[in-house]
């Protein structure tokens, strides 16, 4: 019953370091999305994609690049980690069953940049 | 600054009572809305989508949307120790995937 995995569960990384975050959906969605999660600050999007090769910038894109080459792979990536990215990271992705809109989340990457 | 307010809680209900969970939203353009119920330690789930105003039902659970109040609520009947989650709401404006979320409400069901 997978629907949305990550690459990683638990992730430390130094200041100054490229980190890559994976995202994987079997749902064949077209949308999806990468969300940091910190508390007292709720859930952020970062950046999200609506087609392969196509992304937008969310609320808080600053410090981050993606990239999508096929349609169920998203990937966030950290291209300077620094010690205010450590955070909760949760991909999604979302479309339509049975008309109805559906979205899943992944079970998040815990990073902690040192 | 598009927001979504919600209550942080803890919101205590005895089980088997109804549940009451609110949200406001600034942004007039939002047209869709979404609850989550995220565990402790978990990823949120989505639980109700509604963009219509008035009530949609999905078993225990009703989603209320005011548009004119901008004003949206999550009703959850016979409430169970295991609904004991943090509800987040969130609103998207029309053609548009930007999801801005609340900062959640904490519900505790009493046994």
């Known amino acids: 019953d997978v629907k949305v995995t990550q690459s990683s569960r638990y992730l430390v990384k130094r200041t100054g370091e490229k980190v890559f975050l994976e995202c994987v959906q079997d749902?064949?969605?077209?949308?999806m999305f990468w969300y940091r999660q910190d508390p007292g600050l709720g859930l952020r999007l970062i950046y999200f994609?609506?087609?392969?090769?196509?992304?937008e910038k969310g609320d808080i894109p600053e410090g981050y690049s993606v990239s999508r080459e096929k349609k169920e792979r998203f990937s966030l990536i950290l291209e300077s980690a620094s010690t205010n990215q450590t955070s909760m990271y949760l991909c999604?992705?979302?479309?339509?069953?049975?008309?109805?809109?559906?979205?899943?989340f992944g079970p998040g990457t815990r990073l902690l940049v040192l | 600054q598009k927001e979504v307010e919600q209550n942080s809680g803890p919101l205590s209900v005895p089980e088997g009572a109804i549940a009451s969970l609110n949200c406001t939203y600034s942004?007039?353009?939002?047209?869709?809305f979404f609850w989550y119920r995220q565990y402790s330690g978990k990823s949120p789930e989505l639980i109700m989508f509604?963009?219509?105003?008035g009530d949609k039902e999905d078993g225990r659970f009703t989603a209320q949307l005011n548009k004119a109040s901008q004003y949206v609520s999550l009703l959850i009947r016979d409430s169970q120790p295991s609904d004991s989650a943090t509800y987040l709401c969130a609103a998207e404006a029309r053609g548009y995937q930007k999801v801005t979320f609340g900062t959640g409400t904490k519900l505790q069901v009493i046994p």
């Open positions: 749902m064949d969605h077209e949308n």
């Open positions: 942004d007039r353009g939002s047209q869709s």
């Open positions: 999604a992705s979302r479309g339509e069953s049975r008309g109805e809109e559906t979205q899943y």
């Open positions: 509604i963009y219509s105003n």
């Open positions: 994609s609506y087609d392969v090769k196509m992304k």
